[in-house]
């Protein structure tokens, strides 16, 4: 365990040790947030490529590398990930060499080299991630929509997660408590949105006659 320790605190590869600390911390704070039903991608915004003004410098150079329109959150995680393997890459095929590459140099050399890696898994990691609403479709579209539990159940407590298809057949990732009437709503649950307060969406059981055609256009 020494010897891993030296390796990772050596000077020449201490900027990727800290981007895979950061991205560990960051990836872990997300993990438990979202299992008890807050996100907390929810405080960095759903995607910051939606607040740009522009498609010029900066916003057009973010656009391209977030292809797949991950939230920011997520997209930095991704970033750190890759920088920091590809700066432990390229030190480690370095040291078979005998030598060493300079660490302005080297995380110079990481950091240009991770924004195709970003762009392309980013494109790949959008379809699995689920994402929050977006902005070709309201919140007031989703009142009045059938949705199934993610993440639960729904009480009066802390608020939990959806998922429903929009009309154009995109899946959104919803924060949902169940109403003040209702009772608790478990996972897989297919649930009925019928009202948003400033938090979240209130959900109840969805009535049976609505729940069979919306398993069928899943399964589409």
């Given at each position: ?8 605190l ?20 997300e993990f ?26 900066l ?14 959150l ?48 980013s ?20 009142v ?8 639960g ?66 399964r589409?």
């Amino acid at each position: 365990m020494s010897a891993i320790g030296d390796i990772l605190l050596a000077p020449d590869v201490r900027p990727f040790a800290v981007a895979a600390a950061i991205m560990l911390v960051l990836g872990g704070i997300e993990f438990l947030t979202t299992v008890i039903g807050f996100s907390l991608s929810d405080l960095f915004g759903h995607d910051a490529s939606a607040d740009s003004g522009g498609h010029h410098g900066l916003d057009g150079l973010f656009l391209w590398i977030n292809a797949g329109r991950l939230p920011l959150l997520i997209l930095i995680i991704l970033a750190l990930g890759v920088f920091s393997i590809e700066g432990f890459l390229l030190q480690g095929v370095a040291h078979t060499l005998g030598t060493t590459v300079p660490v302005a140099i080297a995380s110079l050399v990481a950091a240009v080299g991770s924004v195709p890696v970003i762009r392309s898994t980013s494109r790949g990691l959008a379809r699995i991630i689920p994402r929050d609403e977006t902005y070709a479709v309201s919140d007031a579209d989703f009142v009045g929509k059938v949705a199934q539990v993610a993440v639960g159940p729904l009480d009066q407590g802390l608020p939990g997660k959806v998922r429903l298809k929009d009309v154009f057949g995109n899946w959104h990732t919803l924060t949902a408590r169940a109403s003040a009437d209702s009772t608790p709503l478990p996972v897989g649950a297919s649930v009925l949105l019928v009202d948003r307060d400033a938090k979240s969406f209130i959900a109840i059981s969805a009535p049976a006659d609505l729940i069979a055609p919306i398993q069928s256009s899943n399964r589409a």
